[in-house]
Each structure stands twice: as structure tokens, then as C-alpha cells.
């Protein structure tokens, strides 16, 4: 099994976004900042973007970011916010403090919990698309591939 591909299939509410878009509700100010701190960390060039196993100061600074923005969550959202960002938290540390040949057993170990805060996952994607107009790619969802259309003789 590939570990980047079961690493990016993790952050599922916060990798390959296509745009953003804050709502401007000004009596939602911790929504603007969760939808800020979430760009940022969805963006490809950030922490989790880049996120490197064989570097422990990456996946610190992942894990630190992944708090702060559970932190700055909404009420709304914050449950789901910080399970999601304690199982993650958990799961980066777990895995930088293994040899790279035991990171796929390590991570199998984590699959209740990941199956147990799928709930949550789910709502902290919705949220970043209604709220702050994230659109995420889900690598858990089948892209349609384009048919060619049949050529009639």
C-alpha cells in the first residue's frame, strides 16, 4: 500500500482545494478565521501539503497546525473539529516515530478510529463548502472519466 496515497486520503476535509471564499457574515468572526486557517492549511504549499514523514519538525508543525485550527473551529463545528484534528495529531506522531516500513501497519492500527471520526471529517468538508466556499476533491470519490463518444460508420 502507498503511503502517500493512505496519508492524503486522511485529510480528507482539508487537501486539494479548487477554490475559497469566506462568507462575510461579520457576527460569524470565528468563522472567518477557521475558514482563513483552513485555506491556509489546505493550500498545496502548506505543512500538510508537504507533509514529509522522515522529518519530524514537518510533522510537529503539521500537528500544531491541525490543533490551531481545531482551536479557532466554530461552535458550531468544534466537536467534530477537534476529534478530527486529535485522531490526526495521534495518527502524524504515531507515524514519524516509526521506521518507513512500518508506517502502513501503524496506520491499519488507526482504521476504527478513522472509520469512528468519518462523521465528523464529513462535516468539517461541508462546513468548509457552505460556509467558507472551499471546493474539496475527495480522494475517497471516483472521478468520471470522459467516454469518447462511439463513432457511427
Known amino acids: ?10 485529510f480528507l476535509p482539508l487537501l486539494v482545494v479548487i477554490g475559497f471564499s469566506c462568507s462575510s457574515d461579520s457576527s460569524e468572526e470565528n468563522s472567518s478565521n477557521f475558514c482563513q486557517a483552513l ?12 507533509l514529509n514523514f522522515d522529518n519530524p519538525t514537518s510533522v510537529n508543525q503539521t500537528a500544531a497546525d491541525l490543533l490551531e485550527l481545531a482551536a479557532k473551529a466554530p461552535a458550531s463545528i468544534s466537536s467534530d473539529a477537534q476529534a478530527v484534528a486529535s485522531l490526526y495529531e495521534d495518527i ?47 480522494p475517497f470519490e471516483p472521478t468520471a472519466t470522459p467516454v469518447q463518444p462511439e463513432i457511427e460508420n
Open 92 to 138: 502524524l506522531l504515531k507515524l514519524v516515530s516509526v521506521s518507513p516500513n512500518q508506517r502502513t501497519t501503524e496506520l491499519r492500527k488507526f482504521q476504527d478510529e478513522l472509520d469512528e471520526v468519518t462523521t465528523a471529517a464529513r462535516a468539517l468538508e461541508r462546513y468548509g463548502e457552505i460556509e467558507c466556499g472551499l471546493v474539496f476533491t475527495s
Open 1 to 10: 500500500m502507498n503511503l502517500k496515497i493512505v496519508s492524503t486520503s486522511l
Open 39 to 50: 485555506q491556509i492549511l489546505a493550500d498545496p504549499n502548506s505543512t500538510l501539503g508537504n
